[in-house]
């Protein structure tokens, strides 16, 4: 049976041997990741942390992100925080806490969901 996904950009789902009759409208999160970090680069950043939602979006994008910048050389990734599933209260602030404690990262790369953004 055909799937046509109009929103999975997990990386696996890429492949044809696992996934034969699998076609999607957007592109995987490799593509967005080296996006990124042409972006980065661009601005002439070379510190910058990472924020991703748990699970395979956020998860897979970092990790794509952080692969095209070692490839790309140049980019330094000053730390990589989760945000957990289910944040409990007061979440967000240890995550704000942990990213000001490098406070010499020129940015912040998001991988995460609409409501963890928000």
Do not use: H
């Not at 592109?27 to 972006?39: E, F, K, L, R």
């Not at 790309?72 to 995550?95: D, H, M, N, T």
Request: with cysteine; glycine share 8%; net charge negative.
């Amino acid at each position: 049976i055909p799937q046509i996904s109009y929103a999975s950009t997990a990386p696996e789902l890429s492949d044809p041997g696992r996934y034969e009759y699998f076609s999607r409208v957007v592109p995987p999160d490799s593509y967005q990741a080296q996006a990124m970090v042409d972006v980065v680069r661009a601005l002439g950043w070379t510190y910058v942390s990472t924020l991703a939602s748990e699970g395979n979006y956020g998860e897979s994008g970092v990790e794509a992100f952080v692969q095209s910048s070692r490839e790309a050389g140049g980019l330094c990734i000053a730390q990589s925080i989760k945000i957990p599933r289910e944040p409990r209260p007061g979440e967000f602030a240890k995550v704000i806490g942990r990213l000001m404690e490098t406070s010499t990262a020129r940015g912040v790369v998001l991988f995460a969901n609409e409501d963890d953004i928000r």
